[in-house]
């Protein structure tokens, strides 16, 4: 009986198990390959509707051709595959079993030409042909795979509702190191295939590189499911000297540039648009002035601000299902059912708009004890809640600045929402005498000068090369 067992076990375990059409090796799979088409088939639905498609059929034929030149050349050409720019600001790209692959429009700026495209995409088909998204469904469980949602800063105020999460990047599945490895390599091999220069992947997961140096907050992007990239640059040289060929070293650069001129940076006006450190709504009708200096992110959720290396925050956020005859009211059981205690407040007018303004102590997770200052502003039909918030030991030297920010809350006139436009890439060719930090504050500061620098391919201490075409963020 139990050799019986052991039989009927071993024949189920053969069964589960695939050829990896990388390896050849046979390994452990309870998908099969119709199975990983019907699961990316179901999935691509859902991030379609929740991260939208980037409306703009140039950039999306452009990619898609690259995308289908390199799945050809791939160990599996014949999955169906698919590729698709998302409208998102994030800095990302991921794949998803059966051949669905998916670009940010925000990772494009970041790409220095049509060879480090290339790498991204030839990086995420890898993760496909390799069967690096079935195993990982296989090890979950098959289904215990989604949109994950991710926390901006720290998970520190929860108890305001989702005001930390927001659908800023996808880490459907988070690779170990040797499955990063061989993306690497299968993606600069699948890229040399088509003629692409392979040095596009390193020198991408350089730019990473800088852009994690110069990050530090855990913003959901490639850097979130592609760790390390600096080592992985180190490790990628070599392939690249073995891949060398005179017939793969084609950049095309000036045809990149081409593609994605006038590309919407950053955020929609229906999402609210961040310009610097302030914030417009031309749907919603309102602006505001976070402090200087500090990072904002703008989610569909809510906008958050940081003061850069301190624990400092501010948040922006629409109050749903306010109970309360006033102001006061909806104000004293929002913040008593987060287990805030109100210190002081009153009503105030915010250029307008009704307010109830207090000073609330409380506990955040993360963070410990904090006081946070909290408006609540009525704007038309609708309650946001403005707020600012440190530990207690640390407010004192940030109050100000709060303050300052939820007084800049102010209505926006129809004229004034009306010519409001999305940020845009524009090519420049650098003059004589221009360095990054001129260039930004020519363009009004739309991105810092060292993201400026970092977008094109340079470090934050290197100044562009007069003649040098390169790209930068206009209005509208």
């Not at 403005?386 to 800049?408: H, N, T």
Request: charged share 20%; aromatic share 6%.
């Amino acid at each position: 009986m139990t050799t019986r067992i052991l039989t009927v076990a071993f024949c189920l375990l053969l069964a589960a198990c695939a050829t990896n059409p990388v390896t050849g090796n046979r390994e452990l799979s309870l998908m099969s390959e119709a199975e990983e088409i019907a699961y990316g088939q179901q999935a691509d639905v859902e991030i379609r509707r929740e991260m939208g498609v980037y409306d703009d059929p140039k950039v999306q034929r452009y990619v898609s051709d690259i995308g289908h030149r390199l799945a050809q050349l791939s160990h599996r050409p014949n999955l169906p595959w698919t590729f698709t720019v998302v409208d998102h600001p994030a800095i990302n790209a991921f794949a998803l079993p059966g051949g669905y692959i998916y670009i940010t429009r925000g990772i494009l700026p970041y790409l220095d030409n049509e060879a480090e495209l290339a790498g991204v995409l030839g990086h995420e088909i890898a993760h496909v042909t390799a069967r690096h998204a079935a195993q990982q469904l296989t090890r979950s469980g098959l289904g215990g795979i989604g949109l994950t949602v991710l926390s901006i800063f720290v998970p520190a105020t929860r108890p305001f509702g989702d005001v930390t999460s927001a659908a800023l990047g996808v880490a459907f599945l988070k690779y170990g190191r040797d499955d990063e490895r061989e993306s690497d390599r299968l993606g600069m091999e699948y890229a040399a295939r088509g003629g692409w220069d392979p040095a596009g992947v390193p020198a991408f997961l350089g730019t990473l590189a800088r852009i994690d140096e110069m990050s530090a907050r855990g913003i959901p992007n490639w850097l979130s499911t592609h760790p390390e990239p600096a080592e992985r640059v180190v490790e990628a040289q070599p392939l690249v000297k073995k891949l060398a060929d005179p017939a793969a070293t084609e950049t095309r650069r000036d045809r990149y540039l081409e593609l994605i001129d006038g590309l919407v940076v950053g955020d929609r006006p229906e999402d609210g648009i961040v310009r610097g450190h302030h914030f417009l709504h031309p749907i919603m009708r309102f602006a505001m002035a976070f402090p200087e200096g500090w990072d904002v992110i703008n989610t569909p959720d809510q906008v958050a601000a940081q003061e850069p290396g301190q624990k400092h925050f501010m948040l922006l956020q629409h109050v749903d299902r306010p109970t309360g005859r006033t102001l006061e009211e909806v104000a004293a059981r929002s913040m008593s059912s987060a287990r805030f205690r109100r210190v002081e407040g009153q009503a105030a007018s915010l250029n307008g708009a009704d307010a109830y303004v207090g000073v609330y102590q409380g506990e955040l997770s993360g963070l410990g004890r904090v006081t946070m200052r909290a408006a609540h502003i009525q704007h038309g039909r609708q309650i946001f809640l403005l707020a600012g918030f440190a530990p207690v030991s640390g407010y004192a030297g940030v109050e100000r600045d709060v303050a300052a920010a939820i007084q800049s809350f102010r209505p926006l006139t129809q004229r004034e929402a009306s010519e409001i436009r999305p940020n845009r890439l524009e090519s420049y060719v650098v003059r004589s005498g221009d360095s990054w930090q001129g260039i930004a504050a020519r363009g009004g500061n739309l991105v810092r000068a060292n993201d400026l620098a970092i977008m094109n391919n340079h470090a934050v201490n290197e100044q562009p090369k007069p003649g040098l075409r390169i790209k930068i963020v206009v209005e509208g």
